[in-house]
C-alpha cells in the first residue's frame, strides 16, 4: 500500500535541507516502527518520494510525500506513531492510502506553487506600487547562473495569472495580504522559476530597499490546475 502525507517544515527545521528533512522523515518513520518498504540492490533505500524540494531557509505549510508500505497498516495508527516520533518543527497533517494502481507521482502532478513573503524596510505603500508596477510591466527578466554562463528567463509568463485556493476564494498574480506579498508560480519538472528570482526582479526593478537576505518565504500549497495536489 502507499500512503500519502501532508506534513509541515516550521521555524525549528527552516535552515535544514530538502536532503536532510528527507532523512529526519525516514529516521522518524523508523522510530515509529513502520513498515516501509524498501529498494533491492546493494544499497536499499525507503521508497519515500517528495512532490517538490524546499529551498534552504524556508517553510511550509504543505509538504507532500509518498511512502510505500510493505504491510498492511490502519491510517489512523499511522498518523498517531509517526507523529509521536517526529521532531519539532514537523507535523503530519493528514494521510490517505492511494487507490490500488495509482501511477501518477507527486511531482508530475505539482503545477503552480503558492508563495508568501515578509517584505523588510519596505511600507505598505511602497510594496503596493511595486506590486502594481510588476503586474503591468510587460518584459522582466532574472539572470540564472550556469557553470558556463548565465541564462535569462523571462519572469511573467511564469507567475499564475488566477490562483484558486482550497478557500475558493481568487487572487492576483502578485498581491498583498496582512502585511506579507502573495505569489503563485508555475512549477514544471523542466524548470521552475524561483520565488527569489521574482524577489531579485523586484529589488533591482521596482524595490531597492528591499533587504533580500532579510525576507522569510514560506510555501503555503502546491497545487495541480488550481486543486489540491493531496
Same mark, same amino acid.
Given at each position: 500500500?502507499? !500512503?500519502?502525507?501532508?506534513? &509541515? ?6 535552515? !535544514? ?11 522518524? !518513520? #523508523? ?10 540492490? $546493494?544499497?536499499?533505500?525507503?521508497? *519515500?518520494? @517528495? ?5 534552504? +531557509? ?15 497498516? =490502519?491510517?489512523?495508527? $499511522? ?19 492511494? =487507490? ?10 505539482? &503545477? ?14 511602497? %510594496?503596493? #506600487?511595486?506590486?502594481?508596477? @510588476?503586474? %503591468? ?26 490562483? /484558486? *485556493? ?5 487572487? %492576483? =498574480?502578485?498581491? *498583498?495580504?496582512?502585511?506579507?506579498? #502573495? ?6 519538472? +523542466?524548470?521552475? !522559476? ?7 526582479? @523586484?529589488?533591482?526593478? @521596482? /524595490?531597492?530597499?528591499?533587504?533580500? %537576505? ?15 495536489? $493531496?
Amino acid at each position: 500500500m502507499v !500512503i500519502r502525507m501532508e506534513l &509541515t517544515k516550521g521555524a525549528p527545521v527552516r535552515y !535544514i535541507s530538502h536532503l536532510d528533512y528527507a532523512g529526519l522523515l525516514q529516521r522518524a !518513520i #523508523r522510530r515509529a516502527q513502520i513498515p516501509a518498504a524498501y529498494s533491492e540492490g $546493494f544499497n536499499p533505500h525507503m521508497k *519515500l518520494s @517528495f512532490a517538490s524540494a524546499l529551498p534552504l +531557509g524556508m517553510t511550509a505549510k504543505s509538504v507532500y510525500a509518498d511512502l510505500e508500505l510493505k504491510k498492511q497498516m =490502519p491510517v489512523g495508527k $499511522f498518523c498517531a506513531v509517526l507523529n509521536e516520533a517526529l521532531l519539532p518543527g514537523v507535523m503530519l497533517l493528514r494521510a490517505v492510502i492511494l =487507490p490500488e494502481g495509482k501511477k501518477e507521482t507527486l511531482a508530475s502532478l505539482a &503545477t503552480q506553487a503558492v508563495y508568501l513573503a515578509t517584505l523588510p524596510n519596505v511600507t505598505a505603500e511602497e %510594496a503596493e #506600487r511595486a506590486v502594481a508596477e @510588476f503586474n %503591468a510591466a510587460q518584459g522582466l527578466y532574472c539572470e540564472r547562473e550556469k557553470k558556463v554562463k548565465s541564462k535569462k528567463r523571462h519572469v511573467k509568463p511564469q507567475v499564475v495569472k488566477k490562483t /484558486l *485556493l482550497l478557500d475558493d476564494y481568487l487572487l %492576483a =498574480p502578485l498581491s *498583498l495580504e496582512n502585511g506579507l506579498l #502573495r505569489l503563485s508560480l508555475k512549477v514544471s519538472q +523542466g524548470g521552475s !522559476i524561483k520565488p527569489s528570482e521574482v524577489l531579485g526582479v @523586484f529589488h533591482d526593478q @521596482f /524595490l531597492p530597499q528591499l533587504d533580500l %537576505a532579510d525576507v522569510m518565504l514560506e510555501r503555503q500549497a502546491l497545487l495541480h490546475d488550481d486543486k489540491s495536489i $493531496f
